[in-house]
């Protein structure tokens, strides 16, 4: 079964504006991981948040994690053209190696 | 440094017949995953595994399916006698072993089923 989901299922914003993505998930986690894919590519992995970190930054992404409500979130800043992909979180139990992923927000920026 | 390699890219069967999916992790990664994805939604995960061992299963359908990752040589997911509803993009990914190690895919293998 799916145990995350993202919000909205689909964006779409004028390159330059910042782009933010939900993810709300089930259980208790080990970490929350973000990753994109590229139409007919595999998932490339962005970002690891740990359930212990609030907040993570790399480049021009922020992720954020908040365990009481079970929740993240991924800010793209100064979002460009080639930022066009779906998006998906993924999260890890404690005691359990394998991912599982939520069901994507689709992100399309205009030029 | 060469990532997850997948073939065949695309693969068209018809139903009933073998369908065998091939997976060569990255270097130096031993652990392979299986997931499946159909069009416009998430990914599934099928399986897990480790050199010679299914570590967890729990995602793969009971029948017609099986995985097997050998010593030498590279992951297979197998789906016998293939029906149409098994057509979607499986997609493998590998990873170090090590926790919070993040998973690297490959670019997928299509498989359409006429």
């Known amino acids: 079964s799916q145990q995350g989901e993202e919000d909205p299922q689909a964006l779409s914003i004028q390159e330059g504006e910042n782009a933010t993505m939900n993810c709300s998930y089930k259980?208790?986690?080990?970490?929350l991981q973000w990753y994109r894919q590229n139409s007919g590519r595999g998932l490339v992995h962005l970002i690891l948040i740990r359930s212990n970190e609030r907040e993570k930054h790399s480049g021009r992404l922020r992720v954020t994690l908040d365990t009481s409500k079970k929740s993240s979130s991924l800010l793209i800043t100064a979002s460009r053209a080639a930022d066009t992909a779906s998006y998906f979180c993924a999260t890890s139990d404690f005691g359990n190696e394998k991912l599982s992923f939520g069901t994507g927000t689709r992100l399309t920026i205009i030029p | 440094n060469a990532g997850v390699m997948q073939n065949p890219r695309h693969l068209v069967r018809r139903r009933g017949q073998e369908a065998r999916l091939r997976c060569s992790p990255m270097k130096g990664h031993s652990h392979v995953y299986w997931y499946r994805q159909l069009p416009e939604e998430g990914l599934k995960f099928m399986v897990y595994l480790q050199k010679e061992n299914i570590i967890d299963e729990s995602g793969m359908p009971k029948e017609r399916f099986s995985a097997e990752f050998p010593k030498e040589g590279p992951s297979i997911l197998r789906i016998q006698q293939v029906v149409r509803g098994d057509s979607a993009a499986y997609f493998c990914a590998s990873s170090r072993e090590m926790r919070d190690s993040p998973l690297h895919f490959g670019n997928g293998t299509r498989l359409t089923v006429t």
């Open positions: 259980t208790s986690i080990n970490n």
